[in-house]
């Protein structure tokens, strides 16, 4: 068996920053706040709360301190509540979330009817919502065709880890029936890489092992990915997850993580298949 590791590993750049960021937080207060999870993997939002990053649903539980803004962002009304509170609020909003927060309020400023492609109970879609009142979410097809149809100047932006093929896919529609549509591919740049190397590495093994946390929207779009390109993916949240009956006669596996996903999991995975198969070979690792 060879075991070949996707190209793009390990946090992207917006997870290291927000994960940086709680760090020297946590290090210097103990009482910092962060509504909803910082990331979406549950090893390091374990992590973090055992350093003390405390992890509330609503404002109304906090009285006093700081409100750190994950990085998916939140929506304007919640940061401003925030303020009126008297809280410190650390901004650590991934910058390509950021840029799409403006960019949708600079839309809607123009009068434009916003569609944010994504899912609408995502934290970072809803907070991009925030900035873009009466805009118009999507996750699928069919969708409300009549208020598609309908809409004015209509300004399409997406979740920044999005499906590629799933944005195409909307936009298409979305312009077959409207006249005026502008489209900004919001897609973040890691997000893109990390899917192109999952979709290669799809085309080369027999099973694909997807890391991430289970609520992770890029890790579950990693599988969707290599699942659409014929390969049986596993997606798991660490080695602890693995079965061994997955891998019997397969001569190739391939091992993807999302983008909260700590390097050192990988090699975990790695790890376990080596003791499960001696003869096994990490090629390129
Ligand atoms: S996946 Fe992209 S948008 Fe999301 S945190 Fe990472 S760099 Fe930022």
């Known amino acids: 068996m060879e075991i070949h590791k996707a190209r793009t590993q390990g946090f992207c750049f917006g997870v290291e920053l927000t994960y940086r960021k709680a760090l020297a937080e946590t290090a210097e207060r103990s009482d910092v706040h962060t509504m909803g999870n910082i990331v979406h993997n549950p090893i390091i939002v374990q992590e973090l709360e055992q350093r003390g990053l405390h992890n509330v649903e609503s404002l109304d539980e906090v009285s006093s301190g700081t409100l750190f803004v994950r ?7 919640t940061i401003q509540a925030a303020e009126a509170k008297g809280l410190r609020v650390v901004d650590a909003t991934c910058p390509m979330v950021t840029r799409t927060q403006r960019l949708a309020k600079k839309l809607h400023e123009e009068g434009r009817t916003v569609v944010i492609l994504g899912d609408p109970n995502h934290p970072e879609v809803k907070g991009i919502a925030g900035y873009a009142p009466g805009c118009i979410i999507l996750n699928e097809w069919p969708a409300d065709e009549t208020e598609i149809r309908r809409a004015r100047r209509i300004a399409i932006v997406a979740q920044s880890t999005l499906n590629g093929d799933t944005f195409r896919d909307l936009v298409g529609r979305i312009a077959a029936i409207n ?6 591919n919001t897609i973040c740049s890691d997000t893109q890489g ?26 579950r779009h990693l ?10 993916a596993h997606l798991i949240e660490n080695a602890g997850d693995l079965r061994r009956e997955w891998f019997r006669g397969d001569e190739r596996v391939g091992i993807a993580t999302g983008a909260s996903t700590p390097g050192f999991l990988a090699d975990d995975v790695i790890d376990k298949l080596l003791e499960w198969f001696p003869d096994a070979q990490a090629v390129g690792v």
């Open 71 to 77: 990085a998916h962002g939140l929506p304007p009304q």
């Open 179 to 184: 006249y005026e549509v502008r489209v900004y």
């Open 194 to 219: 990390r899917q192109k190397s999952a979709r290669e590495l799809a085309e080369e093994v027999d099973t694909m092992i997807v890391i991430g946390g289970s609520k992770s929207a890029n890790t």
């Open 223 to 232: 599988a969707e990915i290599a699942q659409s390109r014929g390969v049986t």
